[in-house]
């Protein structure tokens, strides 16, 4: 039989904030990476634009962000001449309370937050992969997976260019990156799991100078229609200033709220938007910029395994999504990251018994990172889910500053491992007891 030669190491499904993670570590490596992406850069992407701390720290692993700019001294928040904006932590507001709560001082992350809208921030990433060492190639829409004769995923085939050209590439290993949507690992008969958390977000950008710089992400706890008699709307919202005279405003609802699927989310949005004060810009259609657009949030593990027959799933493709707060671009990047780095080892073992053994430490590794800590978050989805939990808890937490710093570092992932404080302490613990997802 005669061999087929490869078109590379690894071929990655989607160049989205995961895929084009693992490209750049791949690529870091040495490793021949063909990155394919359906669409042509920039492109847009639903999402609320805000990066917590987490997010920033993969981004200085790939010499993104780091030394002046938007890493300057603490205290700055302007737009830096790069187009990031930096912020101090998240605002809460709900129960009748505004609560302003900077970001942890911690070891393992920086005190800061980052926001920039998607439209350029996949390209930034796909060009530092690319600059890597890693090719890239646009206009390609992966179909399927190419098996060979034991049911081995050894390449994909896809569709090129407008005419939808047939082609197909070659590797011995794939990592499929191709978000909510899972295509690729659909055809591997990997469909969602049904008994995980999934949300609906819808988001839009506003013209608002009073708003658009902010040194705080904003999170509202409630949401309110004035047009309902002040009725107490179901979900969460945020409102992040892009720091270019527009603010990104949003709102999630998860499929633990009766809402979850009966519901318009964008009459949603904007029901919401008409009882913000007329100065911010939200309540007049003329300052709106763009449609309102909305995802899905693929959660806590919601399409298993991570890895199977040469296809190692990251990011929302293995639905990574926080189940706390909807970060979704903080995992894609450090399940690229992890992906990266066992392909790496397994690669530089024989094809066969040794380099699947080593394969397999990546869903291992997963669940230890998140097992345990995503489990809590789907309790906590369930919980909030009931209208009248959540206002207790909305009503009696927020007046306690002290108690709200330990949700925060909760719900953001953000503790030191070691020689933490007594909240990471609880946070740490509590995430090793609880059983894996």
Not at 326 to 343: D, F, Q, T
Not at 346 to 364: K, M, Q, W
Request: hydrophobic share 40%.
């Amino acid at each position: 039989m005669t061999a087929v030669e490869n078109d590379a190491d690894v071929i990655i499904v989607g160049a989205g904030p995961g895929g084009s993670t693992t490209a750049y570590h791949l690529a870091q490596h040495g490793l021949r990476v063909l990155l394919l992406e359906k669409t042509e850069f920039p492109r847009e992407k639903v999402c609320g634009d805000g990066l917590t701390p987490r997010a920033v720290k993969q981004l200085i692993k790939m010499g993104l962000v780091g030394g002046s700019g938007a890493t300057g001294d603490q205290g700055e928040t302007a737009t830096s001449s790069d187009g990031w904006v930096r912020n101090r932590g998240l605002r809460v507001i709900g129960g009748g309370v505004r609560l302003e709560l900077d970001w942890p001082e911690l070891a393992s992350f920086p005190n800061y937050g980052l926001v920039r809208t998607r439209l350029d921030f996949d390209d930034l990433l796909a060009r530092q992969a690319v600059k890597a060492g890693a090719e890239l190639r646009t206009g390609i829409n992966v179909l399927a997976p190419v098996l060979d004769d034991t049911g081995r995923t050894v390449g994909v085939s896809a569709e090129q260019g407008p005419d939808k050209a047939p082609v197909s590439f070659r590797a011995p290993l794939v990592v499929a990156a191709d978000g909510v949507s899972g295509r690729f690992p659909l055809a591997l008969g990997l469909a969602k799991r049904e008994d995980r958390p999934i949300g609906v977000a819808v988001r839009r950008y506003y013209r608002s100078p009073a708003r658009h710089r902010d040194d705080y992400l904003e999170s509202w706890l409630e949401l309110r229609s004035r047009d309902s008699g002040d009725k107490l709307l179901p979900g969460y919202g945020w409102i992040f200033g892009m720091g270019d005279g527009r603010v990104n405003v949003g709102l999630g609802v998860l499929n633990s709220s009766s809402a979850f699927g009966r519901t318009n989310y964008r009459r949603l949005l904007t029901d919401w938007l008409a009882n913000t004060p007329p100065e911010w810009g939200m309540t007049d259609e003329a300052n709106a910029d763009g449609p309102i657009l909305g995802a899905a949030l693929p959660m806590g593990f919601n399409r298993v395994p991570h890895y199977t027959r040469g296809v190692l799933l990251v990011g929302d493709s293995g639905g990574m999504v926080n189940p706390f707060n909807g970060e979704g671009i903080a995992y894609a990047m450090e399940s690229g990251e992890l992906a990266a780095e066992v392909i790496v080892q397994a690669l530089a073992r024989p094809a066969g018994v040794e380099r699947e053994r080593a394969l397999h430490a990546y869903p291992t590794e997963l669940k230890n990172r998140y097992g345990g800590y995503y489990r809590i978050g789907g309790i906590f989805v369930k919980l909030i889910g009931r209208p009248e939990i959540m206002r207790i808890a909305t009503r009696h937490g927020m007046p306690h500053p002290t108690l709200m710093r330990f949700v925060l570092k909760l719900m953001a992932n953000l503790t030191d491992p070691r020689d933490g404080d007594a909240m990471d302490r609880i946070i740490n613990a509590l995430t090793k007891v609880a059983p894996a997802v």
